[in-house]
């Protein structure tokens, strides 16, 4: 089993930035993709972002150029640097690791983006 635990959501303006961070409980160069999700009220959970264990990474339109996903195996951590951000950008925000045989989430982290 792995424990995902994400820090660093919060307020900040449109245009702003936020640093999400994911901390794992154990190793996670074992896990062949880890990820951030969101989700707003009445949606569903929406895959914004990926990083699978070699680097190769993919965004969705709605963040692409704008959000960065990276990880850290020696500190098992995995990141969100968000630039630029929108109002809708508001919801809250999922770490996601899938293992060769689990899939792990997070809690989640509410970010809120408003003026």
């Known amino acids: 089993q792995v424990q995902l635990v994400e820090s660093g959501g919060g307020l900040a303006q449109p245009g702003g930035s936020l640093r999400l961070s994911c901390a794992a409980s154990r190793n996670i160069s074992s896990l062949a993709v880890m990820a951030w999700y969101r989700r707003t009220p009445g949606k569903q959970r929406e895959l914004i972002a990926s990083i699978k264990s070699g680097g190769r990474t993919g965004y969705a339109e709605s963040v692409s150029g704008r959000f960065t996903i990276s990880r850290d195996n020696d500190k098992n951590e995995i990141y969100l640097q968000m630039n630029s951000l929108k109002p809708e950008d508001t919801a809250v925000y999922y770490c996601?690791?899938?293992?060769?045989?689990?899939?792990?989430w997070g809690q989640g982290t509410q970010v809120t983006v408003s003026g």
């Open positions: 996601h690791g899938i293992g060769i045989e689990n899939i792990y």
